[in-house]
């Protein structure tokens, strides 16, 4: 079956590894099709986004090679500009391939990316900005047929924050005619991870980590090797698995500097954190006799992907809270889900109100997406008696072994 079966109420006591960033893992991906060569990435978690995501290079024609966590890819063999629509339709990030295959090859046809239901997700920006670079796209109902000569730097000067948009418009500008700004610009660390791997292959980036990009097109890259930085989502999961149940945990290679506002939050909630060389030693369920308040936003602010695993802290804590969700529409999904297991929770428009103290209790909830469905494991881990989260395919979207990284954790979990 395709679930997971949780025997809750247990403290967790052990330590794990925390695997590779999935999103950042994903846009480097589309980014070695700007490479004539073969590019070394480490740290690339065992996933099925990031699965997809070589059978879409290889459907391009790449050489993809899998040893461990170290994805070899060689494009020398690139050659078709369609993408099958079975990765492209189950996957948002195929999107990204769109400004490398312009690049790269000049033209790209895809149907519409897929991806979790966690709101409209449109790429008109994406779409809007490649345009102002030079780009003629037709678009109709299943898809998008893009075409340019050769891509032109320009100044994009953004609506609003978008992550995807920020890496494709990075991806179609790196070898462009000229210099791009980006503004505003995303800011999340995996922003600055692709921007690295970009450097590391003579890519000319200024002000990676800041909301203004500058970058000069060069007229080609070369093959790199790089090492994935750690996923702080999946860190933040285990963290807020540890403060619903108690216990002692160690997060071995969590990566603190891209977790402030996630560690604050816990601190602010009870949690005690120790900083180790190697990672953190989180400290459970000490919690706060405060209502918390929580609002998303794009980084450094508190990432909607920490959302619901924090709306499970929220509703075992004394007193519950308020969670403002300010980036995606539809990320109270889990909410039904985890009233069936006792929780207290009414949203209004884009805010949850969480009741605290509740008492869950195991039952057979449904996960609708990835991180609703790692924060469903969550509640079970915190709740007494048996829980069964079906539809595991959308957590294994993003958590390598989420069973046994939780049985290291001291978990009493099993595959269903
Ligand atoms: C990425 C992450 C996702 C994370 C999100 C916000 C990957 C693979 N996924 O998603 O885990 O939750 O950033 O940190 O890295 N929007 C538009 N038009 C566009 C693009 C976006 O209206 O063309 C809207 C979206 O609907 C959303 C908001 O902008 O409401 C932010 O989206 P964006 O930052 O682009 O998120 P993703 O790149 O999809």
Redesign the pocket.
């Known amino acids: 079956m395709d679930a997971i079966r949780i025997y809750g109420g247990n403290c967790l006591d052990g330590q794990t590894t925390i695997q590779g960033s ?3 893992s ?2 480097i991906l589309a980014a070695t099709l700007l490479i004539n060569g073969t590019c070394e990435i480490e740290n690339c978690p065992n996933i099925s ?1 990031v699965y997809h995501m070589q059978r879409l290079l290889e459907s391009l024609g790449c050489i993809v090679e899998r040893e461990g966590t170290l994805v070899r890819v060689n494009t020398e063999g690139l050659s078709e500009c369609d993408m099958p629509s079975d990765s492209v339709g189950v ?3 195929s ?2 391939l769109v400004g490398a295959l312009l690049a790269r090859t000049g033209s790209v046809c895809m149907e519409y990316p897929g ?2 239901v ?11 900005f490649l345009r102002q670079m030079g780009v003629v796209i037709e678009e109709n109902e299943a898809g998008l047929c893009a075409e340019v000569t050769r891509l032109k730097g320009a100044t994009l000067k953004l609506p ?8 494709n418009l990075i991806l179609a500008a790196v070898m462009a005619d000229g210099v791009t700004v980006i503004e505003p610009a ?1 800011r ?1 660390p ?1 922003i600055q991870a692709l921007c690295e791997f970009l450097q590391y292959a003579g890519a000319q980036i200024e002000g990676s980590g800041t909301d203004r990009l500058v970058i000069h097109g060069v007229e080609r890259l070369a093959p790199v090797r790089y090492r994935v930085p750690s996923d702080r ?1 999946v860190a933040g999961t285990y963290l807020s698995a540890c403060m619903c149940t108690g216990g002692r945990i160690f997060l071995r290679g969590a990566p603190v500097d891209h977790m402030e506002s996630v560690l604050s939050q816990a601190v602010m909630m009870g949690a005690a954190i120790e900083y180790e060389p190697d990672g953190i030693l989180v400290t459970g369920k000490d919690h706060e006799s405060i209502r918390h308040t929580v609002t ?1 936003g ?2 450094p602010a508190f ?3 920490m959302q619901s695993p924090f709306m499970v802290v929220m509703t075992v804590s004394e007193h519950g809270g308020c969670i403002e969700e300010t ?3 539809n990320r109270f999904r889990i909410v039904p889900e985890l009233c069936k297991m006792g929780a207290d929770i009414t949203v209004h428009g884009n805010v949850a109100h969480v009741g605290g103290n509740s008492r869950l209790h195991g039952a057979i909830v449904h996960a609708a997406e ?2 609703g469905g790692a924060a469903l494991v969550v509640a079970a881990l915190a709740a007494e008696g048996t829980s069964i989260v079906t539809n595991r395919h959308y957590i294994d979207r ?1 958590y390598e072994d989420i069973v046994l990284s939780l049985r290291e954790l001291g978990a009493d979990v099993e595959l269903a």
């Open positions: 999935k999103n950042a994903l846009p986004d996957m948002r990030s999107v990204m991806g979790c966690i709101g409209a997700r449109p790429i008109d920006l994406h779409m809007r609003f924050v978008s992550v995807g948009a920020t890496e995303a999340e995996e989502i998303t794009c980084y990432p909607t992907d980036v995606f529409e990835l991180r993003g």
